[in-house]
């Protein structure tokens, strides 16, 4: 009997505090917004089973948690702890990632750069709410609306508020469809969101090919904090461009991505125990994220209205909001409220150029963030 | 020397400087998003002239070096896919040998009977 009494101590059912059960729930809604809502399940899914996993209690001699050494999550974790698994998702990331768009209308690049001022004024908002500069850097990059370069980034700068950072940046990419278009309507007139935008020109194989290690060259000379990001990033576009890799790019932008996705969004979940997630600093994190995120559309819709006052060919400023890099999905929402004005007006490929332009704007941002408060 | 002139190196000298009272590190917070904003916008928009003046330069390129199309379109089909393109032809030819010959037996035996 006694065994029997000593054995329900150490269960769930007595070691288990409102954090862990508030955490466990998060993770259900998570699964429930994946399943139910179709919101970036691929990431929601991974995260909320992990948040589950992660916050069930046991005795603490048992080390099982992400945060114990030796344990077998600790070992997943160590890829996120330094930095490993973004850049190989970023590989994966260019080797999926058509650039042609882009090529096509390099105007549009400017938009993906609008977008990043989400990542500065956060970051100094962050600062006026009393955080380290480090820790502000790291938060800041959420605007970019990139999950991956923003747990680097916190993996480097602020390891300390890394699950917050990650769950906050997962979390608003997932909830793109419902930031954006307001803040997009809000700051367009139904003329200008009208506008249709020329066909983009046929790019060549060569320009293509040519690209990535051109763009690689550009970016990490200005900012070399970029590197392993854009590297990678570059890397995988040209496995794709060359034509002559075609299996490595198959394997880069499936099996690979896949497997790193489901590591990093299981580990990053996990970390989310409720002692060391539920916090007043989690909970600005979130705040600052919102309003990064928020921003950082804005910027990119403003800067959109700004560069028509000098263009013969107007922009349609909706495309702005691709800025963010939340990759497809932005420019999903700006297909999406386009055609809620004009069904037969098509701005996704428009929208794809500053999206991709802002993956790469995000990674120079966070290379720029890493160099400077390093 | 040339990156001790760049925001990058101003933007680390303001983070080391970081010692004063609240306003003046807000002070320089402003100064450091200012500068890493402006550096980022500095190397999207020297990737946007380099992508407007690609065709050119290779317009230019072409007359000495033209582009060919598809010129490693082959090369990008690994060894199986191109046993298996064999292989896809060889059943085509036979399900349409065994379907004419399927439809000259059909003739004769008609032919026969009427």
């Known amino acids: 009997m006694e065994i029997l009494t000593d054995f329900f101590g150490t269960t769930g059912f007595v070691t288990l505090t409102w954090g862990n059960l508030i955490m466990i729930l ?13 919101y970036e399940p691929l990431l929601l899914v991974p995260i909320g089973m992990g948040a589950i996993v992660g916050n069930i209690p046991v005795a603490a001699d048992m080390g099982m948690s992400v ?39 390099p105007k549009l690049v400017l938009l993906g750069a609008a977008a990043q001022i989400g990542v500065f004024l956060t970051f100094f908002g962050a600062l006026w709410l009393g955080f380290g500069p480090k ?18 980034l916190a993996s480097k700068l602020a390891e300390n508020l890394l699950s917050a950072i990650a769950i906050a940046a997962y979390s608003y990419m997932a909830l793109v469809p419902i930031i954006q278009p307001p803040i997009m309507k809000l700051l367009t007139t139904r003329e200008e969101r009208l506008i249709r935008m020329k066909p983009p020109r046929k790019v060549s194989k060569r320009e293509k090919m040519i690209f990535p290690v051109a763009a690689f060259l550009i970016s990490t000379m200005i900012a070399p904090g970029a590197v392993v990001l854009l ?39 996990a970390s989310t125990r409720a002692g060391n997630f539920l916090t007043q600093e989690s909970l600005q994190i979130f705040g600052l994220g919102a309003l ?39 420019a999903r929402v700006v297909q999406m409220v386009g055609q809620q004005e004009d069904p037969h007006n098509f701005l996704l490929m428009h929208a794809m150029a500053p999206n991709v332009a802002g993956v790469v704007g995000s990674a120079i941002a966070a290379g720029v963030l890493w160099s400077a408060l390093t | 020397m040339l990156l001790k002139q760049t925001g990058l190196t101003l933007l680390g000298q303001v983070d080391s400087s970081l010692q004063g009272s609240d306003s003046s590190k807000l002070a ?66 036979y399900v349409l040998h065994t379907e004419f010959q399927r439809q000259l037996e059909t003739q004769d035996s008609s032919g026969q009977n009427s």
């Open chain 1, 26 to 38: 998060i993770g259900i809604v998570f699964i429930f917004l994946a399943i139910t809502k179709d």
């Open chain 1, 67 to 105: 945060y114990d050494e030796g344990s077998v999550l600790s070992y997943l974790y160590f890829g996120v702890e330094y930095g490993v698994y973004p850049p190989l998702i970023f590989l994966g990331i260019g080797a999926m990632t058509d650039f042609s768009t882009m090529l096509s209308n």
């Open chain 1, 135 to 152: 820790e502000a850097g790291a938060i800041g990059i959420i605007g970019g609306a990139d999950g991956p370069t923003a747990i680097f």
């Open chain 1, 231 to 269: 590297g990678m990033l570059f890397f995988g576009n040209l496995l794709k461009e060359s034509l002559v890799t075609e299996r490595l790019a198959q394997t880069a932008r499936t099996a690979m991505i896949d497997i790193v996705t489901i590591l990093l969004g299981f580990a990053v979940g």
């Open chain 1, 292 to 330: 990064s995120f928020a921003i950082a559309t804005a910027g990119g819709v403003l800067f959109a209205k700004f560069m028509n006052l000098f263009l013969t060919e107007k922009i349609n400023p909706l495309v702005g909001a691709a800025g963010v890099s939340a990759v497809p999905d932005s």
């Open chain 2, 28 to 93: 320089e917070g402003a100064v450091q998003a200012l500068v890493g904003l402006m550096i980022v916008f500095t190397a999207l928009i020297l990737l946007s002239l380099f992508i407007a003046a690609l065709p050119r330069v290779l317009a230019m390129l072409s007359t000495v070096w033209p582009e060919v199309d598809e010129p490693a379109a082959n090369t990008s089909h690994t060894d199986s896919l191109v046993a298996d393109d064999g292989a896809v032809l060889a059943a085509i030819g």
